[in-house]
């Protein structure tokens, strides 16, 4: 889920269809790390957080994995809808007090 | 919760033109975090506080920018002098701060105020 410039990678999927958003973060000492959604216009908004002693962490409709092996993080969206079409953000607390975000990923939702 | 506040939502201003964007927290978080959001450079952290002290301030781009909590209910981000290349959307983030010296509560963003100097 990172990009450079203007270009933000694009996730394309049907509506009702389960999407997944990836993201490779940086610091294998981050033991804390967040999804944030972005909406055209809006500031990010909370998905959902997972800390370094965990795999998995579900919420509603979204599931966050952890893979601290290769550094990967990713969030599973069930049963995507249109509403979900926003910009996907990871975040990373890998400076002990800050958090440092990949570049993002666009998803559109199909109708 | 009224969540994170700032204003104003949109400033347009020309070069040379002082500017300052305002924050409340949401009430009860003691961490205050504003950033700056470009097509460019996505979204950079500029500088954070925790009750209401400066913590770090190395996003911070150059001198033409400053920043001050006077209490734990508001913050100014500034910028003077204003230049074209300062337009971008200006987040302001509230948590509730710190355990251990780590962060360990998300941040909630505020909508954000979107600055275009002509």
Known sequence: GESVGLHLPTLSVQEGDNSIINCAYSNSASDYFIWYKQESGKGPQFIIDIRSNMDKRQGQRVTVLLNKTVKHLSLQIAATQPGDSAVY???ENNAGNMLTFGGGTRLMVKP | DAGVIQSPRHEVTEMGQEVTL?????SGHNSLFWYRQTMMRGLELLIYFNNNVPIDD???PED????KMPNASFSTLKIQPSEPRDSAVYFCASSRGL???RLQETQY???GTRLLVL
Do not use: E, L
Not at chain 2, 64 to 67: G, K, L, Q, T, W
């Open chain 2, 58 to 60: 190395s996003g911070m």
């Open chain 2, 99 to 101: 355990a251990g010296g």
């Open chain 2, 64 to 67: 033409r920018f400053s920043a």
């Open chain 2, 22 to 26: 305002r924050c409340k927290p949401i």
């Open chain 2, 109 to 111: 963003f505020g909508p």
């Open chain 1, 89 to 91: 953000f990871c975040a």
